[in-house]
């Protein structure tokens, strides 16, 4: 069975651009959630999507979006790049959303390098 | 609020020396969810172990065992002769929502050095 795949795996962008990044869950996983590392604040939750809806949602600011499309895969938006957006962009997929049916699973891609020069 | 801490940002062993890494989480909720993860160069997190707040048994693993403890909300990894591959960067986390949405902690970097 095939991973957690994400493209691009890295990227470049100038300040002010407006960048989108793709997930595509393990195939029958219908949770993707994404994650945000960076040096100064480390790993932190973004948001989940779960049959296209957003679930959760973490403390970012509203220049961060996503989506889930019918087939769960799954892009985050980010407009209006500031420095402080460059990170590695981690997407996890799991088979249902929380609390249902007990534990559920993440699996993680190998995410996706952002720089913003 | 859920909180999880590791306060050893950095390690430095000697290979085959063994090395204990801490974590301490915070929660209000009764049940809940403890992992750690290792995140070497390449930057993709594997998965290492998950406890449930239910199940406070230790376990070993390999060369890897974990000890978790309720009473003083620990959960603390330790890696016995050590290698210069277990080299990377170890997370802890926390799921109060059925292993969805964690908080991690800020990280370990261990370094083993040969």
């Known amino acids: 069975k095939a991973g957690v795949t994400q493209t691009p795996r890295y990227l470049i962008k100038t300040r002010g651009q407006q960048v989108t990044l793709s997930c595509s869950p393990i195939s029958g996983h219908r949770s993707v959630s994404w994650y945000q590392q960076t040096p100064g604040q480390g790993l932190q939750f973004l948001f989940e999507?779960?049959?296209?809806?957003?679930?959760n949602k973490g403390n970012f600011p509203g220049r961060f979006s996503g989506r889930q499309f019918s087939n769960s895969r799954s892009e985050m938006n980010v407009s209006t790049l500031e420095l402080g957006d460059s990170a590695l962009y981690l997407c996890a997929s799991s088979l249902t959303s929380g609390s249902q049916r007990g534990y559920n699973e993440q699996f993680f891609g190998p995410g996706t390098r952002l720089t913003v020069l | 609020a859920q909180k999880v801490t590791q306060a050893q940002t950095e390690i430095s062993v000697v290979e085959k020396e063994d090395v204990t890494l801490d974590c301490v989480y915070e929660t209000r909720d009764t049940t809940y969810y403890l992992f750690w993860y290792k995140q070497p160069p390449s930057g993709e997190l594997v998965f290492l172990i998950r406890r449930n707040s239910f199940d406070e048994q230790n376990e070993i693993s390999g060369r890897y065992s974990w000890n978790f403890q309720k009473s003083t909300s620990s959960f603390n990894f330790t890696i016995t002769a050590s290698q210069v591959v277990d080299s990377a960067v170890y997370f802890c986390a926390l799921s109060e929502d059925y292993g969805q949405n964690f908080v991690f902690g800020p990280g370990t970097r261990l370094s083993v050095l040969p």
């Open positions: 999507y779960f049959s296209e809806t957003q679930r």
